[in-house]
């Protein structure tokens, strides 16, 4: 096989990058935007010694998942893996990407429950962050970055984000181009704006959208931007500055300035009404995770059970089974979500909760002295360190229940796990990100006898 050649391929798989599969001469073979069951002429753009990467030259028989696309920009920004096949094919490529993370990287056969679908395929994400470009006219645009790249690609609607979020980012670049705001330049580190950044309130009748604005520094100009914005529109009920004078690919700086109303928004998840600043973790798609939290007090059996919370952002998993058990501590290292935590438990009302702000290994190796029964882990994508998973083990908790963005991490993680005295009994997909390659799971995790 040689670059620039056109193959003949049948698509048999799915991998979890979102990428076709199919074997030509005996060599592994992957194209994207491709269902299984397509009969493809693919042109080979990269070749190595067992493998090779192609891209669809002509579709000759097209797979049965099929489906028509009606996003512009599907192909082109980085973001969607899966609008061409049906909601159905994509739950079962996901279910399937779960079961071989655990089974192939984690030497692992627990029970699998069946994945469970979001309620949205569109429209569903309550958070935003769209890089600021300026096209070859000098105008600022909103967009994503296209796959492996820091390239944005325009996109005026993203179809996994609510429509007013269009509107706000529309209005925001437009209006910064009237007020002289540039866009920021990563190459030459020049330039203000470098994000628009969203989070939406979903259950809260007036929980309402904060808009931050991440820029390399602070012009006069944003004091009338932000102005112009709560004008506009009223949903929104404070604008942020963040500043991010750094060259670096993370998004926020440390430094922020609230210009109008308020840095935070206020939501209920799981009937817990929670209190969110722009760096806190909260799960984009509300109503999926609400799914996903029910299961975690199902497997964790919290009544009059001590529950350590790790990685507890602002604290919605452990505070929505805290009036079950007998108490619950939770650790979390970034100081706005642990301050988010504690008013949350303050407006519940609840006594038997409390949180401290540290790494979550060094939290239960040096500053909690409990025995706790539960221990629940939600670790962000490049899962536990050691040092967390060897102190969960020495804390010898009855179970764990760990949930996840990433099933390699996880199943690494739960390998760990068992080789210091634990059991994988159960582990559920479940879908809080439609149309991407991404897939959330939550495991069951017990201690052996």
Known sequence: MNKNEIIKLSI?????????????????????????????????????????????????????????????????????????????????????????????????????????????????????????????????????????????????????????????????????????????????????????????????????????????????EFTKLARMISEKFPEITGVVLNINPEKTNVILGEK???????????????????????KSFYQVNTKAAEKIYRKAAEFAEPKGKVILDLYCGTGTIGLSMAKDAAKLIGAEIIPEAVENAKGNANKLGISNAEFICADAGKAILSELKISPDVILLDPPRKGCSEETLSACAKMKPERIVMISCNPATAA???????????KLNAVQAFDLFPRTKHVECIMCIQRMK
Do not use: W
């Not at 300035?257 to 722009?278: F, H, Q, R, T």
């Not at 690494?412 to 634990?422: A, M, Q, T």
């Open 256 to 278: 922020e300035v609230v210009l109008y109303g308020k840095a935070e928004i206020s939501d209920e998840m799981c009937g817990i009404p929670v209190e969110i600043s722009p």
């Open 12 to 220: 048999t798989a799915l991998t979890n990058e979102g990428f076709g599969f199919g074997k030509h001469d005996g060599m592994a073979v992957f194209v994207p935007f491709t269902a299984v069951g397509d009969e493809i002429e693919a042109k080979v753009v990269k070749v190595n010694k067992s493998y090779a990467y192609t891209k669809v030259e002509k579709i000759l028989s097209p797979s049965p998942d099929r489906v028509v696309n009606l996003c512009p920009a599907f192909g082109k920004c980085g973001g969607c893996a899966f609008r061409h096949i049906a909601y159905d094919a994509e739950l079962k490529a996901k279910e399937t990407f779960v079961e071989e993370a655990f089974v192939k990287i984690g030497g692992l056969k627990p029970d699998f429950l069946p994945i469970v679908p979001s309620d949205d395929t569109e429209r569903y994400r309550n958070k935003l962050e769209m890089p600021v470009g300026t096209d070859e006219n000098g105008d600022l645009f909103c967009g994503f970055f296209a796959s492996r790249s820091h390239r944005i690609i325009p996109v005026g609607d993203c179809l996994l984000q609510p429509e007013i979020f269009s509107e706000i980012t529309r209005f925001i670049t437009e209006k910064a181009r009237v007020l002289r705001i540039s866009a920021y330049c990563e190459e030459r580190h020049q330039g203000v704006i470098r994000h628009i950044y969203l989070r939406k309130a979903v259950n809260a009748k007036n929980g309402g959208i904060c808009c931050v604005i991440v820029a390399r520094k602070k012009v006069p």
């Open 412 to 422: 690494r993680d739960c390998k760990r796990l068992s080789e210091l005295g634990y």
